[in-house]
């Protein structure tokens, strides 16, 4: 029989560990395949840890892994990867929205020959309106900046076989958007429709800073749109000033008719002041736009580790990868 393992990043957890237990074995063992747990903690400060270990002890289905600090949950997931023994793999939350239940489905699908299954999500409960509307964004702009199809209102949670994730494995980069790099892959890939869940205990840790930060990262790491854009921004303005300064030439040349017509040459000192903050407003943007490419240029040549496990559960020892 197959082995389906689930990796689920968790950062102060805490709260919502003992429900995600029991929901998800009382779950996986309906999905008709043999399974297990890894998750993985990412530098949390409660006792999250603790409850792993705890766990991992009373049940060998469950796994840990602890990582030194908190790199955050895109190399969290990574690292859970990278440590999975599945033929397939599934990534989901702690936080039970991504229902255990829909696994099912997952592996059904699986089943059928779809070395991609992933959830796409048709309601956001206990959400906010901006919240929502961010999302809905950030997935439409992203499917038109990459010349691969990226699936709509779909998230982390999916199943991938375990051909796909050794090519996620073999990926170098460090700056990592999973379900992007789960795009590009390829391979037969179909979505499963789910409500997504409110947390069932706890509150979130993923604020609208870390959103705003893995916006950019998947932009920037999937997408050389932007670069084009500044080249497009810079025509545009180039073109306005040939035209202003074509109209200044003019203007001089012919003082006397444009006095006549109202549109004297004396100096407008407002004009010129917001002519130079705009330029200087589309300079820094465009010096940000390239800043932020050569920073992914900069994290990949110096080649460090994307995370680094201090502890795991059954293991006194210390690794790294």
Sequence with gaps: MRLVTAVIPCFNEEAVLPKMFESLTREADKWGVEWNVLCVDD????????????????????????????FGHQPAVSAGLAQARGDAVVVMDAD????????????AKWKEGFQVVYGVRTKRKDETFLKKFTAWIFYRTMSRLTDFKMPL???????????????????????????????????????VF????????GKT?????????????????????????????????????????VFTFFQRLFRDYFISHGWGST????????????MGGIQLICLGIIGEYLGRIYNEVK?????????????DGLSSS
Aim: glycine share 8%.
């Design 267 to 278: 100096p407008g000192y407002a004009t010129i002041v917001m002519s130079i903050l705009f």
């Design 96 to 107: 039970l929205q991504d229902p255990p239940a829909v696994v099912g489905e997952f592996i």
């Design 194 to 201: 789910f409500e997504r869940a409110p947390r069932a205990a």
């Design 205 to 245: 840790h993923y604020n609208y800073k870390r959103m705003v930060k893995l916006a950019f990262n998947a932009m920037f790491s999937f997408s050389t749109v932007p670069l084009r854009l500044v080249t497009s921004v810079g025509f545009w303005v180039s073109g306005i000033a040939l035209v202003g300064i």
């Design 303 to 315: 080649r460090r580790p994307g995370w680094i496990v201090s502890e795991r559960t059954g293991d």
């Design 153 to 191: 209102d779909s998230g982390d949670f999916c199943l991938m076989d375990r051909k796909v994730v050794e090519v996620l494995k073999s990926m170098p980069e460090s700056d990592r958007f999973i379900r992007g790099l789960r795009a590009w892959a390829g391979f037969k890939q179909t979505g």
């Design 43 to 70: 530098g949390s400060k409660d006792r999250t840890w603790e409850l792993l270990a705890e766990r991992s002890r009373k049940d060998p289905r469950f796994q840990a892994i602890r990582l030194s600090r908190n």
